[in-house]
C-alpha cells in the first residue's frame, strides 16, 4: 500500500508540476542541486546493476520480438531525464520524456510500432545506466508467473530502489532545484 500511495505521488508531482516545468523550457535544475540529486542518482544505479543482474540471468527478452518493447511511443520519463543530467549526458535524446502512461503515446511516435532501441535476438539495446526505469521496472506476463519467490523479493526490492530514487529527486527539485532558465 505505501508503495503503490508512492508512486501515485510521484506520478502527481511528475505530472503537475515537474513535467510541465521542463516541457516550457523555461526551467531546468540548478547546478548546486546536482550534488544533492547524486546519492539518489546512485541508489538508483545500485538498483539498475541489481536488475542487469537478475535480467541477465533470465533474459526472456532474447527469444521475444513482441510484448512489451512494441508501441509506438517512448518510455523516458521526467525521472529519467533527471537521472540523464545527473549522469552528464550532454546528448540526452531530443526532448520527448512523457510520464508513462498518460499521453506517451502522443509522443516521440516510431513508425514501425517497436520501440527503436530493441535489437532482435538480445533485447533492448540501452545500456542500464540510461535505459526508462519503466523499463527495468516492469515485467512480462511470462516472467511474472515463472518468477519464483526469491525473484519477486528481489525485483521487489529493486522496484522499491528506484521509487526511492526518484522520491529524492522530486523532493530535491521541489524544495530549490529548479531555477528560471535563462532566455
Ligand atoms: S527502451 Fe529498451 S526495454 Fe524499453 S521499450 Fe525500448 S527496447 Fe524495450
Redesign the pocket.
Known amino acids: 500500500m505505501r508503495d503503490r500511495l508512492r508512486r501515485l505521488w510521484l506520478r502527481l508531482v511528475a505530472y503537475g508540476a515537474l513535467e510541465p516545468r521542463f516541457r516550457s523550457g523555461r526551467w531546468r535544475i540548478r547546478a548546486e542541486a546536482l550534488p544533492r540529486l547524486r546519492p539518489y542518482w546512485e541508489r538508483q544505479q545500485a538498483a539498475y546493476e541489481k536488475a542487469r543482474r537478475l535480467f541477465e540471468e533470465v533474459n526472456y527478452?532474447r527469444e521475444c520480438t513482441l510484448g512489451?518493447?512494441?508501441?509506438a511511443f517512448?518510455?523516458?520519463t521526467v525521472y529519467d531525464h533527471v537521472s540523464h543530467v545527473v549522469a552528464g549526458l550532454t546528448a540526452a535524446p531530443p526532448w520527448s520524456y512523457c510520464l508513462h502512461p498518460f499521453a506517451s503515446y502522443r509522443c516521440n511516435r516510431v513508425d514501425d510500432g517497436?520501440?527503436?532501441?530493441?535489437?532482435p535476438g538480445k533485447?533492448?539495446?540501452?545500456p542500464y545506466e540510461v535505459?526508462?526505469a519503466?523499463?527495468?521496472w516492469?515485467i512480462c506476463a511470462r516472467m511474472q508467473k515463472e518468477f519464483d519467490a526469491t525473484r519477486l523479493r528481489e525485483l521487489a526490492a529493486i522496484r522499491r530502489m528506484i521509487d526511492e530514487a526518484h522520491t529524492g529527486y522530486a523532493r530535491v527539485l521541489l524544495i530549490g532545484g529548479m531555477e528560471r532558465a535563462p532566455r
Open positions: 527478452c512489451c518493447c512494441s508501441g517512448n518510455r523516458f517497436l520501440c527503436p532501441f530493441f535489437v533485447g533492448c539495446g540501452l535505459r526508462p519503466t523499463c527495468v516492469w
